[in-house]
């Protein structure tokens, strides 16, 4: 450690407090001359350790207390303005004296001027805080004796490892991970990223290595790649990029005075000159130089650590039963993940680079690459050429890409990762990491445009129809709908040329729907959309729509009614994909109002738009006629349906219900009514009461009892509160008629829900034999939807009898309450979306508690 940062640390607190602040002072002038991020912030731990020392020797603490540091100082490593973690390990519960003391000392930390996180518990306590909260177990791993008894410390040390779970640990770390990506829209590419917790900065360094440590395997990236995890390049890459990412904070720090880990605006040109970036380094500005550095950065940080989260999960969890499943000649599924059978197999057949996306599409069951494929992706991505563009089979494939029902968003995104996307598309792979200074865009270029398609591929999606019901009603019955994501992908691809982008872009759009042979129609439709993407926005905003000549206007340049709902869609996506804080409802009704107006003046009738609706509607009506039945009778019923009601079901479904409604709209006792499903099999139940936090679990578990599996359910909540849910379920074979059983399933499920009993405890019901050698890995994950209102809650696992009153039951104990479902069981596997509220998803901490509830109750 450098002389200034030992020199003379004693005497009270005004003292100490004077020598910190002039030894600090000399570690900084000592990090502007060396540049040397790993030692100042070793020196600078060093220095804290002294200061701490010094004060705990002056206090009259417990016998047989410990001071260890946890956390990142626990680590050995502090930045600036880092908060100093420390824990008071006590060797028994403190008495009143001892209170006092503990807070004396904790204050004069503070009167030094140190910035303190403290903790104060015995052994016994900091074992039980470390089972019931993967933080502070993570903090424990990395606990460093500072001062006191050292006999105490190795108790905690035993404590903690004898009731460490390493494959719990790795869950749970993997499942933090997620949620705080999912915090940055699970990309690296924010204009202002967080350098610690952003996808690709220091956090996903550290996950790892918590893991290894937790593990055994290591604790730096060396010893990772003696193990064979990592090659002793991608080390050294690892070694390179967190010294990157290091100095990063360290400046960040030091330029805005105090902890500061967002890359905002404000510190960007002094970050990039601080990284000796100027002016003069090209066309671009030194702070674009800097990000764009960062981005290729925290890029590869990502890449590594899913490759190394993978190789740490298969040392963990050896595959045993699990075995290769072949998809076909060249690829293969092993542990849930897809894996080039010949590692050379990119270099010999470099058509297979888009063929392994598509089958990521093609199978749901996988949940990434092996290791050893994303590096083969990586290095093979030279041998997307020109002549590899030109290649028919490759340019067909290409579009049957984005054709798919699943996964196109997500390929896309695994495609950008890993240099593909851009190499396929070479305008594309000059935006990839491109900024832009404006006041709503917060993502990078590339990142905006697959935003755009993701939001795009969400109309087109019935759980998210709550969302932007107009929008899902119009790309429902829009043919072709995947040219938008042509067109989304074109947008903005010519930004940072000089010149329109729009009309640059336009060029570049007709170029790839000519060479990939689309026809001259939805040519022209997609770069008709590339060129006037802002063109609605323009006018719903800034022109006067109650002027029919700006109306008359409008429509001139849209011509057709598809264009105008195509561009309609395209807008809402584009304007929702800059930032999540520029979408409102106004703008919102400004569009929809130059939509309704423009569509009427092009049809030249004034017809609505919810034809599909209003037809659903008339069919119903058309149906209860056929019981003698009037058209007023629905009234008082639909009036408490929305249109999310009406979409989800089929006018058959619509009269039934209705006919069995229509006279009880408020009923004090649970209504239900059961028939022969439409489809031919199995009984479709209509249950009709007052909504109640237990309904959806009591409904499943009498399923479940009576041995009846549950295959579709379409949960409602009407305006007034009250539960409209239909379900279809099949029973088991040699389970009596479903006839018989229709007058049983409508007594005693509307005497059970009127009891309201307490819950019975989840059975465990019996696995397939398909589940037992191949088993679904079980996943569980909760996102706000995108108006802040619900959460959607998706769910995947094997599916086995009882599985959905497991999760049913869960959520009835964190008080979760239920507004849509969308059960899915796809063979032996579940894939069940739930639409969510409750005071439970409010909580960052209590929502990872229930999904580690959910993911047990799963297994």
Known sequence: ??????????????????????????????????????????????????????????????????????GGYGRGELFPHSDVDVLVLLAGAPNDAECRAVEAFIGSLWDIGLEIGHSVRTVDQCADAADADITIRTTLLVARLLAGDRAAFDALGRAVRARLDVQRFFKAKRLEQEQRHEKFQDTPYSLEPNVKESPGGLRDLQVILWVSRAVGLGRDWVALAA?????????????????????????????????????LFDHQDALAREFGIG?????????????????????????????????LGAAIFPALDAQPEILNERFRSVRELLDARDPDL?????????????????????????????????????????????DPANRARFL????????????????????????????????????????????????HILQVVRNLRRFTMVEHAHEYPLCSRLIADFDRHWLLYVAAIFHDIAKGRGGDHSRLGRVDALRFCRAHGLPDED????????????????????????????IAEFARIVRTERRLVALYLLTVADIRGTSPKVWNAWKGKLLEDLLRATRRLLRGDGVGFDQDVQAKQVEALRLLRLYGLTDKVGERLWRELDLA???????????WQTRHLHYRVSPDAPVVKARLSPIGEGIQVMIYCRDQPDLFARICGYFGQIGYNIVDAKIHTTRHGYALDTFLVLGAPGSPAYREMSSL???????????????????????????????????????????????????????RPGLLYAIARVLSEYRVDLHTAKIVTLGERAEDVFVVTGDALASERTMLRLENDLLAALQ
């Not at 690892?238 to 990157?244: I, N, P, S």
């Not at 093609?362 to 563009?389: F, N, P, Q, V």
């Not at 968003?409 to 305008?427: F, S, T």
Request: charged share 25%; aromatic share 6%.
């Open 279 to 311: 002016a003069g380094a090209g066309p671009k500005r030194p702070s674009e130089t800097f990000m764009q550095r960062y981005y290729r950065t925290a890029k590869a940080v990502t890449q590594l650590n899913t490759i190394l989260l993978q190789n």
């Open 523 to 550: 040519t022209e439709l997609v770069a008709f959309l590339v060129e006037h993407h802002l063109t609605m926005s323009a006018f719903a905003q800034k022109r006067d729509l109650a002027d029919a000549d700006v």
């Open 227 to 263: 193990r064979g995890l990592i090659t002793p390049i991608e080390a050294r890459q690892l070694k390179q990029h967190e010294e990157l990412l290091r100095h990063a904070r360290i400046r960040l720090h030091l330029i805005a005075g105090r902890r500061e880990d967002r890359v």
């Open 346 to 390: 990119f270099e010999r057949e470099p058509a297979a680079i888009l063929e392994s996306f598509r089958l990521m599409q093609d199978h749901s069951e996988l949940k990434g690459m092996t290791a050893a494929t994303l590096r083969a992706l990586w290095r093979a991505r030279r041998h997307i050429d020109a002549a590899y563009r030109r």
């Open 745 to 799: 399933i409508e007594h005693e499920l509307a005497e059970r829900l009127a009891a309201r009993s307490p819950l019975p405890p989840p059975g465990r019901g019996r696995i397939s034999r398909q589940l037992r050698h191949f088993p679904v890995t079980p996943e569980v994950h909760i996102r706000p939807d995108e108006k802040g209102q619900y959460h959607v809650l998706t769910v995947t696992a094997g599916d």
């Open 1 to 70: 450690m450098s002389a200034p940062a030992r020199a003379g640390l004693s005497g009270p607190v005004a003292t100490l407090r004077q020598q910190l602040q002039a030894a600090r002072d000399a570690l900084r002038s000592e990090y502007a001359r060396t540049a040397n991020a790993a030692r100042f912030l070793r020196d600078h731990c060093r220095l804290v350790d002294d200061v701490l020392g010094e004060a705990w020797r002056g206090t009259s603490v417990p016998a047989g207390a410990a001071l260890v540091a946890v």
């Open 400 to 447: 049957e890409f984005l054709q798919q029902p699943r996964g196109v968003v997500h390929e896309l995104r695994r495609m950008n990762q890993y240099g593909i996307l851009g190499r396929y598309l070479p305008p594309f792979g000059r935006i990839v990491g491109q900024m832009q200074h404006d006041l709503y865009h917060v993502y990078t270029v590339d990142q």
């Open 645 to 655: 009601y009406f979409l989800r079901h089929e006018p058959q479904e619509i009269a």
